[in-house]
């Protein structure tokens, strides 16, 4: 079966700018939940989304926000992009909201560069 | 709050030896512990996870780790290296309900022929 869909998987942008990232979870997939990754701070978590709630939300600034459709793909977006927004942004999914119960399946990645 | 430390950021092993992935980890409850892996352009996948069961955990292509909760470690382990196990590992930990993750900083291991 297909695996979790992020597109694009490459952008560019300039500072001030505004970008949108999509992510298509794994059929029958309600949880997806968005990490990035960068060089200095690594992986971290930036929100999750179960049957379109928010569950938990990482420490961001306000700029980084998210949404989760009924048909359970999810968007993230950031606005006034900042240079050190520049980073892999993953998405993983699961059937289930808990990981201790069941796995996350992740994407290859949006890779963003700020310039 | 939870954390994780990988104890080295770069291990570099000869094919068929030994591997080791060292991971220590906090938390205030009783936590739920991954290893992931990650080659290179590529996504996240669960090598295995400890979730208070047996606390030898085999995972796959030929891995296992240890759950020590005396000495809040997770090490990572496989008999013999192989060329494909070469990438980056992190060792993850989430103690509270739902797919927040934890990430260690990772571990690139580099295996030499």
């Known amino acids: 079966k297909a695996g979790v869909t992020q597109t694009p998987r490459y952008l560019i942008k300039t500072r001030g700018q505004q970008v949108t990232l999509s992510c298509s979870p794994i059929s029958g997939h309600r949880s997806v939940s968005w990490y990035q990754q960068t060089p200095g701070q690594g992986l971290q978590f930036l929100f999750e989304y179960f049957s379109e709630t928010q569950r938990n939300k990482g420490n961001f600034p306000g700029r980084f926000s998210g949404r989760q459709f009924s048909n359970s793909r999810s968007e993230m977006n950031v606005s006034t992009l900042e240079l050190g927004d520049s980073a892999l942004y993953l998405c993983?999914?699961?059937?289930?909201?808990?990981?201790?119960?069941?796995?996350?399946?992740f994407g290859e990645g949006s890779r963003l560069t700020v310039l | 709050a939870q954390s994780v430390t990988q104890l080295d950021s770069h291990v570099s092993v000869s094919e068929g030896t030994p591997v080791l992935l060292r991971c220590n980890y906090s938390s205030s409850y009783s936590p739920s512990l991954f290893w992931y892996v990650q080659h290179p352009n590529k996504g996240l996948q669960l090598l295995l996870k400890y979730t208070s069961a047996a606390t030898l955990v085999k995972g796959i292509n030929g891995f296992e780790a240890e759950f020590k909760k005396s000495e809040t470690s997770f090490h990572l382990t496989k008999p013999s290296a192989h060329m494909s196990d070469a990438a980056e590992y992190f060792c993850v930990v989430s103690d509270n309900a739902g797919n927040m993750l934890t990430f260690g900083g990772g571990t690139r291991l580099m295996v030499k022929p």
């Open positions: 993983a999914s699961s059937l289930v909201w808990d990981a201790s119960i069941g796995e996350l399946f």
